[in-house]
């Protein structure tokens, strides 16, 4: 019970937000799995400010800050306009498709409540030291802890955390109830944006299912790791933006510079996808100079966890060696040929179900309508961050690389799949 309170309190702050930016404009259901996923971010964000940088652990505190934001939210001036967020009888098959994927994740979460080996190594690891450790929480972040990822950012526990707040105890069951809401929320978004952008109900669906219902993408999303949170993020991103083209609505590029910037405290990779993605925005908005004075700020501030995290808090990466320094273990070409070559067959493994294939030929379909202005930038984007990520496999080499990209190059590219999704689909629409 407590936990639905704490998803309608921090989902009303998120909902409230975004109707502010939107003025009614934004269809209704999306404006609530919108609003959910910023909802969760934000009480991320109020429980980072609390228990971490200010290190006081009255369990109530961050659960009045979100209280307090709606508050402010809903006393603002709204300007009133012709609002479209009314739910549609068409509407209800996009909810039935959720309500039938609700159920193989809900299965594969009953039978895996603690999640996947990195939900206990490192992310409900880190939430519980937060919660239970209280002023001595930072013993999380100890050398002896490497294998936890100890430099990594603290998003996803701080939001089990929040939500443990309002319940006066460490409960399992949040990890488990948040990665299940994650990933229909993800399904959603894609659904219904996917929908509001091109106008094709039963092929956003379709898309909306392919992502979310592959056996492997169901064990990822219930796996309790930040990745899905990352992935949800990035879409929402992708999703507003697209929006504010549709509806000549310049404020909804601050969401999208809102959710940029909680995902940059998701994971490191997340911080790599964000400052891509954002440098690509202010590039793609440089004439707009007064757009620029308000879009860098959202996101600046946005950051500010991470940023804060980053310089002050987080430990010295123990799992790295730079390659192209070091002389025990340096950057062979052997290394990168197999870092070059592992990805096709990853592509082409069968735990995909074909998705690559469907995704290539989608590309090749879609053919030059993926680099229209907006499209491009997604794009864009996503190739530059493979291009890092693979490029810090082979400058890191710490790890053996058959090994590494063996156990996290499928998680990064499920983090992907979304966004993918929602690119090409767009694309396929115009």
């Known amino acids: 019970m407590s936990y639905i309170l704490g998803l309608l309190i921090c989902s009303a702050a998120g909902f409230l937000l975004i109707r502010i930016l939107t003025a009614g404009r934004m269809k ?19 429980a980072f400010y609390t228990h971490i940088l200010f290190n006081q652990f009255e369990h109530w505190l961050p659960i009045g800050l979100v209280i307090l934001l709606i508050a402010c939210l809903f ?8 609002s479209g967020a009314l739910i549609s009888r068409n509407d209800g098959w996009g909810l039935l498709a959720l309500g039938l994927l609700a159920v193989p994740l809900a299965v594969s979460a009953h039978y895996f ?39 990594y950012p603290l998003f996803w526990p701080l939001i089990n955390v929040w939500f443990c707040d309002l319940a006066g105890r460490f409960d399992q069951n949040i990890p488990m109830l948040n990665s299940l809401v994650i990933a229909l929320t993800t399904a959603g978004i894609l659904l219904f944006g996917l929908w509001e952008l091109t106008g094709q109900l039963w092929a956003s669906i379709a898309g909306a299912v392919l992502v979310t219902a592959l056996p492997f993408n169901i064990t990822l999303f219930t796996s309790q790791y930040s990745d899905s949170l990352l992935g949800a993020l990035w879409l929402s991103a992708f999703v507003a933006l697209l929006l504010a083209r549709k509806y000549d609505c310049p404020k909804l590029k601050i969401l999208t510079m809102i959710f940029l910037g909680m995902m940059s405290f998701t994971k490191n990779e997340g911080l790599i996808a964000a400052g891509i ?21 959202a996101f600046i501030i946005a950051c500010l966890p991470t940023i804060i995290f980053t310089l002050f808090i987080a430990p010295r990466n123990e799992a790295f060696i730079n390659g192209l320094l070091s002389a025990d273990k340096p950057t ?6 197999i870092i070059l070559v592992y990805p096709w067959f990853e592509f082409i493994s069968g735990k995909w179900n074909g998705f690559w294939f469907l995704a290539g030929a989608g590309v090749l379909l879609a053919a030059r309508k993926l680099w229209q202005p907006t499209l491009r930038l997604i794009g864009v984007s996503l190739v530059l961050y493979v291009a890092v990520v693979m490029s810090y496999y082979a400058v890191n ?7 590494w990209l063996k156990t996290t190059l499928s998680r990064i590219l499920f983090a992907l799949l979304p966004a993918i999704a929602l690119w090409i689909g767009v694309a396929m629409a115009a």
């Open 28 to 46: 209704l259901i999306l404006h609530i799995l919108l609003g959910i996923i910023l909802g969760l971010g934000l009480a991320g964000t109020a």
């Open 75 to 82: 006393f603002q001036k709204r300007i009133k306009t012709k």
């Open 113 to 151: 409540p603690l999640g996947g080996w990195d939900a206990w190594s490192c992310w409900s690891l880190k939430a519980k030291f937060i919660f239970l450790g209280q002023e001595n929480w930072k013993d999380a972040l100890g050398p002896g802890l490497w294998r936890s990822n100890t430099n």
């Open 277 to 297: 993605t954002a440098l690509g925005i202010f590039w793609h908005e440089r004439t707009r100079k007064k757009e620029l004075k308000v879009l860098i700020p």
């Open 332 to 337: 062979q070409w052997t290394r990168v040929v």
């Open 397 to 403: 080499t710490f790890f053996e690389i058959g090994w």
